[in-house]
């Protein structure tokens, strides 16, 4: 990994020292001094676009590699929003796009354009690209996928009369194309990817919800909120990989449409097939490479022999594309494996979004309990006040400045006492016993 890292490694690029110097020694057009300490290299190449890319080939063996957008969209005959998809400077969610020559991925930190002979990848550091580049050398080496494809772009005649499903007849029951190769090891990559961050927040969850159960306090309730923050922008990542599994085993003309290698066959033998005609009839006595005139029109014959190839052509494309759309059941067999995988992870993230549900209605409960218990326990301080009060009136009236021959009867006080105390008793007692009639207290 460290040996693979160091080669990756983008050239170093020449120092301020170095560049002042050229700077200096270089007069400019103009006659002025040019600026000291500006990178007019670097501001080109910026200007340029360049970007460093990694090229795996179908024999596993790694380049890397400057080129800019334009001739990466050439070279992959792909539009510029598809290139953008690759930019890390912007977030796109999870996409997997099938062209006519490459398939674009878009998976978490595999950002990468397969084709029938290579895959590009934005050169990067980061380990998840690294082991991406190593788990797919090691399946290209030890599945020999280059060297057969190899032999048959050596052998265009056995290419043409070998069709592609006898390749799968000879090579191994779980042979698969190039691009199927790449492709198989960015979903797992993903998937694996996703499947351990799930595994670590369910991990980390779980005794922090059951500390929250037995007790409730801010801190805990914060790291619960922080908690579930992540588990919902996770979910929304898996759900996007997902969907996006779904959506294309949901349509055969995209699975058909991202058979590069076959497609890339099928081309050079029909173009291998026109070329044989042509020197066919140049045997015949007819001249292929005679010059044409540019003022007179072909003749009748030539016209009709380009006619003909042109409805070859379209007629062997729409017989390829629909013998292709009839054979998807390899790459719905890849699907369908990693869908179950992610589906997994998905399900293991909604689980753990029930329990927190769960776990926020069991606080909610305990919260309302303790609110009804509070509520209890105000009902009967505010009834046990009231008797209290009545002790209070009691003293208010025998406190008023006036005389009564109550006050000269010995023990006077002690009846007062016991009359009132009974009094407050049977009062407090009887609003109890409301209040258990009513339901309003369990008591």
């Not at 700077?23 to 670097?42: C, E, F, K, M």
């Not at 265009?156 to 069709?163: A, E, T």
Request: with cysteine.
């Amino acid at each position: 990994m460290a040996d693979l890292k160091e080669r990756l490694l983008p050239p170093r690029p020449a120092s301020a020292m170095n560049l002042r110097d050229t700077a200096v020694t270089r007069p400019s057009a103009s006659g002025r001094a040019p600026l000291l300490g500006v990178d007019v290299v670097g501001l080109k190449k910026r200007g340029q676009g360049l970007r460093s890319w990694i090229r795996v080939d179908t024999s596993g063996n790694t380049q890397v590699m400057e080129v800019d957008k334009f001739t990466m969209m050439r070279r992959c005959d792909l539009p510029a929003r598809d290139l953008r998809l690759l930019d890390p400077l912007f977030v796109y969610p999870s996409t997997i796009l099938g062209r006519e020559k490459a398939i674009v991925v878009n998976l978490e930190q595999i950002r990468c354009i397969i084709t029938a002979d290579e895959v590009l990848l934005l050169n990067s550091l980061d380990n998840y690209v690294l082991r991406y580049v190593v788990e797919l050398q090691q399946r290209l080496k030890t599945s020999g996928v280059g060297e057969i494809w190899q032999q048959e772009s050596a052998q265009p005649s056995r290419r043409m009369s070998r069709s592609f499903d006898n390749v799968f007849e000879t090579s191994s029951p779980d042979y698969l194309p190039f691009e199927f190769r790449a492709l198989e090891v960015a979903l797992e990559a993903a998937c694996t990817f996703l499947d351990s961050q799930a595994s670590e927040l369910e991990i980390e969850a779980y005794p922090l919800l059951d500390e929250l159960t037995s007790k409730i306090s801010t801190l805990n309730l914060e790291r619960v909120r922080r908690l579930k923050s992540r588990l919902v922008a996770l979910t929304r990542r898996v759900q996007k990989v997902r969907d996006e599994i779904e959506q294309l085993m949901d349509d055969d003309g995209d699975m058909a449409e991202m058979y590069l290698t076959e497609k890339k066959k099928r081309m050079e033998g029909s173009l291998y097939g026109d070329q044989s005609v042509l020197g066919y009839r140049s045997n015949d006595g007819m001249s292929v490479s005679a010059p044409v005139s540019p003022v007179s029109s072909p003749p009748d014959s030539r016209r009709l022999d380009k006619s003909s190839s042109i409805a070859r052509s379209r007629h062997d494309s729409a017989r390829s594309s629909e013998g292709v759309t009839e054979n998807i059941e390899e790459l719905e067999m890849l699907l369908e494996a990693y869908f179950v995988v992610i589906d997994s992870s998905l399900n293991k993230l909604t689980s753990l979004k029930e329990y927190i549900d769960d776990t926020e209605d069991f606080i909610n409960i305990q919260l309302d309990n303790v609110r009804n218990q509070l509520i209890q326990f105000e009902l009967l301080l505010t009834t046990a006040t009231f008797v209290v009060a009545i002790f209070g009136v009691v003293a208010g009236i025998f406190g008023m400045n006036f005389e009564i021959d109550f006050f000269n009867v010995p023990g006077a006080f002690r009846w007062v006492l016991i009359i009132t105390g009974v009094c407050g008793f049977v009062i407090f007692l009887a609003f109890v016993l409301f209040f258990k009639y009513r339901r309003l207290m369990p008591l």
